[in-house]
């Protein structure tokens, strides 16, 4: 009960703001929603549930476990966080210039693949997980995935809605939005655990 309570007492109300506009923008519902309405119109049933269920799954068990697979390898957290702002930087320049630096051949049918892995609960999601950890507490990244799921689930179940009323030039803007706020926070991660190092 102790733990409990201590585990909870750790939640931070500015790290969950932070470190949600951070996930939210990586795993970026918004931009992918021209992804989702594609497959649908190939005839793809999706089910919103299960992507977010899945998505969440996966993510949770990659951010309790990915710090001991670091210790396994022997790697420190500061030096994943650099790599991973590095990479999370190329995924900015993604967002932000509308160009394809990361490819991959995975290809499925489904709510499970490619929609919850790799498209929301992929690569990028788990850099950007290791990364900020040593950044903000787990009971904080709990609460923004939470939230980022939920997000998620809205905007899987209102993608036609989104697409209608907001509009395709609303949507690049929002995905340029947080490709800034995406670099802005790369550059944090490597530049700060770069100052802690040395």
């Not at 470190?19 to 929603?33: K, T, V």
């Not at 989702?36 to 476990?65: N, Q, Y």
């Not at 995935?145 to 998620?152: K, N």
């Amino acid at each position: 009960m102790e733990s409990i309570q201590n585990f909870f007492g750790t939640i931070n109300f500015w790290e969950v703001i932070s470190s949600f506009i951070f996930l939210i923008a990586i795993i970026d519902p918004f931009g992918n929603i021209p992804v989702t309405i594609a497959m649908e119109d190939r005839g793809i049933k999706i089910s919103a549930w299960r992507v977010c269920l899945a998505s969440l799954i996966i993510l949770m068990a990659f951010l309790f476990a990915g710090e001991w697979i670091l210790k396994l390898f022997g790697v420190q957290i500061e030096y994943f966080a650099i790599a991973g702002g590095f990479v999370i930087f190329l995924m900015a320049l993604e967002m932000i210039l509308d160009v394809s630096i990361f490819k991959t051949s995975l290809e499925g049918e489904g709510s499970i693949v490619p929609l919850a892995f790799p498209m929301y609960a992929g690569p990028g999601a788990f850099t950007a997980l290791l990364a900020i950890t040593a950044e903000y507490s787990i009971a904080s990244l709990c609460i923004s995935l939470l939230l980022c799921i939920l997000v998620l689930y809205v905007v899987l179940v209102g993608t036609h809605w989104l697409t209608k009323y907001m509009g395709q030039t609303t949507l690049y803007i929002i995905r340029k939005f947080f490709g800034i706020i995406v670099l802005a926070i790369a550059c944090k991660l490597m530049f700060g655990n770069m100052a802690a190092i040395f």
